[in-house]
């Protein structure tokens, strides 16, 4: 019997991304239900009671909760069918997922506070989140991905940020072409990628996204 794969997506989550960006990538069909986070459905409580948070993959009725870890369920059962998104040796896994979770806490937080902040709070997250790109420029080399050669987990955990960085310019005076030359070329790599372009909010959703927050929070 064929697979059901459902997302419960929300269109500007960076994490909603990664797993949109991963299906793409490993060819595997579903049916995406983007979710109301203001007034989440029924089906978005049940499937995931404990943070009622996108992105949940249901595949066959059953809920997977948490984007990294559901594209490491997405190389666990399609690992034969399509390309594995974590390397398979031990050692390079590990390295991934630290990276991974680097990005999930320093990336993510600083991100947080360029978008939702403004005068001197906004500044200091520009500020981190310049650092942290140095140390992931560093780590990216002259690779053309943080696979090396191959498009993967970290480069799947990151694109949409670099995607907000991008959108970051318009509002928030940010950049770190200078600093990081060799990371935007990997991100504008990155999106040449159907995968990818397919799969990452436009500017017109990401300033929709932008004025849906700050409304929110009476910025």
Not at 30 to 38: F, I, N, Q, R, V
Not at 148 to 164: C, H, K, M, Q, R
Not at 182 to 205: A, F, H, I, M, T
């Amino acid at each position: 019997m064929a697979s059901q794969v459902i997302l419960l997506d929300y269109w500007p989550s960076p994490f909603a991304a990664r797993v949109r960006t991963a299906l793409a990538e490993k060819g595997i069909h579903y049916e995406s239900k983007d979710e109301d986070l203001a007034d989440k459905s029924p089906l978005l409580v049940e499937m995931n009671p404990v943070h009622q948070k996108v992105p949940v993959l249901i595949h066959n009725g059953k809920p997977i909760c948490e984007s990294d870890v559901i594209i490491q369920y997405l190389d666990d059962v399609w690992k034969d069918e399509s390309p594995l998104l974590l390397p398979s040796d031990p050692y390079l896994k590990a390295k991934a997922r630290f990276w991974n979770h680097f990005i999930n806490t320093k990336v993510h937080e600083s991100s947080r506070k360029v978008w939702m902040s403004k005068g001197a709070d906004q500044e200091a997250g520009k500020k981190e989140l310049t650092e942290w790109c140095k140390l992931l420029e560093e780590e990216l080399g002259d690779n053309l991905y943080f696979g090396v050669e191959t498009f993967g987990f970290v480069d799947i955990s990151l694109v949409p940020f670099y995607n907000w960085f991008n959108f970051f310019k318009t509002f928030a005076d940010f950049s770190i072409q200078a600093e990081c030359p060799n990371l935007v070329k990997w991100g504008e790599r990155c999106l040449e990628r159907e995968s990818v372009s397919k799969s990452l909010p436009n500017p017109d959703q990401m300033y929709a996204a932008f004025l849906e927050f700050n409304q929110r929070l009476g910025i």
